[in-house]
């Protein structure tokens, strides 16, 4: 009965959203209607990129872009930008690349709902729902069994582990990775000439470990579980759905 939640299943729902930790009291999918399902939501979005990154984008937009010291050197620390030089266009970058990235990944799994539910405002919301959900690594989703009933899809399944693995990217990968594409692009493909651009070795060594992680995790993952959670699925469910 939706009419009954009390305030601290409330309040704890809205923190773990916007604290993207995925714990729940209640089911999503059922006990919400779709207005609490998008304030869930925009929680989750606003706790994927940080309430001062969007709060200093906020106030980018409107003209004012007054910040205290000590908040300028907080997020030049998150943001891995130790002169600050840079800091109003990081920012940018980190807030259009975050939703150019969501909104790819809702493309992508729109197609999919389609092919499984019709097209209706229900599919599009649930593309969009899982795709923010995914890469702010909320682990929300809008079905009552998670993402299992999926288990066997490959293209749903690499949608969703490429939006987590992109989000678990700290903000200053990503931008320097994305540099680093269009530095090789436009040299290699446009065979244009462009400042020199290489990856740091903090991105170098993320993008490492995170392959090393998800690779040994996997393995481990079916070691450990093949003859028993996973016996009844086939070989590719299996590895797939230890990935």
């Given at each position: 009965?939706?009419?009954?939640?009390?305030?601290?299943?409330?309040?704890?729902?809205?923190?773990?959203?916007?604290?993207?930790?995925?714990?729940?009291?209640?089911?999503?999918?059922?006990?919400?209607?779709?207005?609490?399902?998008?304030?869930?939501?925009?929680?989750?979005?606003?706790?994927?990129?940080?309430?001062?990154?969007?709060?200093?984008?906020?106030?980018?937009?409107?003209?004012?872009?007054?910040?205290?010291?000590?908040?300028?050197?907080?997020?030049?620390?998150?943001?891995?930008?130790?002169?600050?030089?840079?800091?109003?266009?990081?920012?940018?970058?980190?807030?259009?690349?975050s939703l150019s990235i969501e909104a790819v990944g809702a493309a992508l799994l729109l197609i999919f709902f389609i092919s499984k539910m019709g097209f209706s405002f229900n599919t599009v919301f649930f593309s969009i729902f899982h795709s923010v959900s995914a890469f702010c690594n909320a682990g929300f989703a809008l079905f009552s069994d998670s993402l299992a009933r999926y288990i066997g899809s490959f293209y749903f399944n690499f949608t969703i582990a490429s939006l987590i693995i992109l989000g678990g990217l700290s903000f200053s990968v990503i931008i320097n990775g994305r540099e680093f594409l269009i530095y090789k692009f436009k040299l290699n493909i446009l065979k244009k000439n462009s400042p020199f651009v290489s990856l740091s070795p903090n991105t170098v060594t993320v993008l490492l470990i995170t392959f090393i992680l998800i690779i040994s995790g996997t393995l481990l993952m079916y070691f450990f579980e093949h003859k028993s959670t996973l016996l009844k699925l086939d070989i590719k469910t299996q590895y797939l759905s230890c990935f």
């Open positions: 009965d939706r009419s009954v939640m009390s305030f601290i299943d409330a309040l704890f729902t809205s923190t773990s959203a916007i604290c993207v930790t995925g714990l729940t009291v209640v089911d999503t999918s059922a006990y919400f209607s779709r207005f609490g399902q998008t304030v869930v939501l925009l929680l989750i979005q606003i706790g994927g990129l940080g309430v001062m990154i969007l709060s200093y984008f906020s106030a980018f937009l409107v003209g004012k872009k007054k910040l205290s010291l000590e908040d300028k050197i907080t997020i030049s620390y998150l943001l891995n930008d130790a002169e600050g030089s840079s800091l109003s266009k990081n920012i940018r970058k980190i807030i259009y690349i």
